[in-house]
């Protein structure tokens, strides 16, 4: 198995550690600035957690037409970060 590029192999390594959580906080701050925040329930307009919501995302068809670009968003920042 590979080494991890961000984050601790070993529990004491705490700057490692600290990287990696600076990276998660850049990434949630940037997706939350191109979609007004990073919550499901709140991207999709229904909660998710429970079957309604679950079944009224599929009605609406979100999972096609909301989450690809989500998830494209996302991929962008990883790129962006980890460039």
Do not use: H, W
Request: with cysteine; charged share 30%.
């Amino acid at each position: 198995m590979g080494e991890i590029k961000y984050g601790n192999s070993k529990a004491e390594d705490n700057p490692s550690k600290e990287k990696a959580y600076s990276l998660v906080r850049e990434f949630a701050d940037r997706f939350q600035s191109r979609n007004g925040t990073i919550g499901c329930r709140e991207l999709l307009g229904c909660e998710l957690s429970t079957p309604e919501g679950r079944a009224l995302a599929r009605e609406k068809n979100l999972f096609a037409t909301i989450c690809p670009k989500l998830v494209q968003d996302a991929a962008k920042i990883i790129e962006q970060i980890l460039e």
